[in-house]
């Protein structure tokens, strides 16, 4: 074991903590040692809402994960997300003044700078500057620069910015619980890192994350991210739909949408029945599945048309041959990928985690992608972070093109 890395994703329906040992380079093999995972509270729409609740939960994540691992968690990477996230791409341009000497790395970073300098609200912080690709004398297309003669580099670049108080929040409750952050990790980046092959980046493909409370959208084409939004609705409004529907508590609502829920209600006979808890009704009544199953599809198909509004007015829609990758919790949903595959008019497919090594029983599950993401994206960006260590300082550490400000 050369290093470990830890990954704390937050999200609106659980909080998991997971520690990976990681072998020496070029492999970097990753090995799941230590998993902890909680019900999330305080947490709404991917934003906090409650600090003591998130702290608590958070606290109870990392203790789970450090009696698995036998580590003491001191640093992880932390996955963002929630509606308030937007994107936009920004060009920058310098000059080479020795053309001869080639371009140094110090020249992209200048490049980047510009890219940077847009307006942006007060009230907002820039998360992540991605570089989508380079141009070198009017040559595009290039993908690393460095040593390349030139007299001229632009950049294009991916800028991911989010709400300041709810990123100072998210902050708070980390370092409340005693944790210190590697880096924020926007957290449909980290899903990428987990779901897609190479293959899929480099054609063109749509990611799509549905957690609880969140649809995570990120758009990568030529091998880069291109698109990125966070749409405020997810698996809990499925679950609400239910439970107003068929005036049942919203627990027993979330068990039949897992055991008995299905996205095409045409599939289900008529005569099939299941047993539910009313209100106001003593034992159990009897219900039409293909009735549950109608409740969600509704709401399914309305969250993939917003899905597919999105990918249209990014303006990428017909650069996307690979089609469509699904994960997040809701993508265990019986009949989702086909539905998916009807309204996008795409090539559809379910992603999760794949060649998993170590604790791996429960997290072999689109529900997970995030999460075993944050670790992969952790390895690649080549944070060394030991984590049986102590605390030391509030600072954060910025990998390669990761760009993180901490409010304040």
Same mark, same amino acid.
């Given at each position: 074991?050369?290093?470990t890395v ?22 970097n093999?990753m090995?799941i040692?230590?998993?902890?995972v909680?019900?999330?509270? !305080? #947490? =709404?729409?991917?934003? @906090?809402?409650n600090?003591? $609740?998130?702290?608590? *939960? /958070?606290?109870?994540?990392?203790? %789970?994960?450090e009696?698995t691992s036998?580590?003491?968690?001191a640093s ?13 791409n ?9 053309g001869?000497? !080639? #371009? =140094?790395?110090?020249? @992209?970073?200048?490049?980047? $700078?510009?890219?940077? *300098? /847009?307006?942006?609200?007060?009230? %907002? ?5 991605i ?7 009017g ?9 390349m003669?030139?007299?001229r ?7 991911v910015? !989010? ?13 409340? *619980?005693g944790?210190q ?9 980290a899903s ?5 092959t ?5 054609m ?6 549905i ?6 959208i ?15 609705t ?16 919203f ?5 039949l949408?897992?055991?008995y ?7 289900i006979?008529?005569?099939?029945t299941?047993?539910?808890?009313m ?6 009544q ?18 993939l ?18 089609g ?9 949903l019986a009949g ?12 559809a ?21 995030t ?6 994206w952790g ?6 972070q ?7 300082g ?9 760009k993180?400000f901490?409010?304040g």
């Open positions: 074991m050369d290093r830890v990954a704390l994703d937050i999200g609106t329906t659980k909080i998991c903590t997971l520690v990976a040992e990681v072998g020496p380079p070029p492999e093999a090995r040692v230590g998993v902890g909680v019900p999330s509270k !305080g #947490i =709404r729409k991917g934003v @906090v809402v600090v003591g $609740e998130v702290t608590a *939960a /958070i606290t109870e994540s990392i203790q %789970r994960a009696r036998g580590y003491g968690i992880a990477y932390v996955g963002l997300a929630g509606a308030h996230i937007s994107s936009i920004s060009r920058g341009v310098v000059a080479i003044s020795r001869e000497r !080639g #371009i =140094r790395p110090v020249d @992209v970073e200048r490049a980047l $700078e510009q890219a940077r *300098a /847009i307006d942006i609200p007060h009230n %907002r912080e820039i998360l992540h500057i570089p989508r690709g380079f141009t070198v004398d040559d595009d297309g290039v993908r690393d620069p460095l040593g003669q030139a007299y580099l632009e950049v294009e670049a991916h800028i910015t !989010g709400s300041t108080s709810s990123i100072r929040n998210l902050i708070k409750c980390v370092q409340n *619980a944790i952050i590697d880096a924020l990790v926007l957290e449909p980046l990428g890192e987990a779901a897609l190479d293959i899929e980046r480099e063109g493909v749509v990611l799509v994350d957690g609880g409370g969140t649809t995570d990120a758009i990568f084409i030529e091998g880069s991210i291109w698109h990125t939004v966070v749409l405020p997810g698996g809990e409004q499925v679950t609400n739909d239910i439970a107003v529907g068929l005036r049942t508590p627990s027993t609502a979330e068990e949408k897992i055991k829920g299905h996205a095409l209600s045409h599939t006979m008529p005569e099939e299941v047993r539910v808890n209100f106001g009704e003593d034992g159990q009897g219900i039409s599945r293909q009735f549950l199953s109608e409740i969600i599809e509704a709401r399914a198909e309305e969250i048309e917003m899905v597919l509004k999105e990918i249209k007015r990014s303006g990428y829609d017909g650069l996307l041959p690979a469509l990758v699904l994960c997040g919790g809701v993508a265990d989702l990928r086909d539905l998916a595959r009807d309204i996008m008019g795409l090539p497919r379910i992603g999760q985690p794949q060649n998993l090594r170590g604790l791996v029983d429960s997290l072999q599950s689109p529900a997970f992608t999460s075993v993401g944050l670790l992969e390895i690649k960006h080549d944070l060394p030991q984590v049986n260590h102590q605390p030391s509030s600072s954060l550490k910025i990998p390669g093109w990761l993180v901490l409010p």
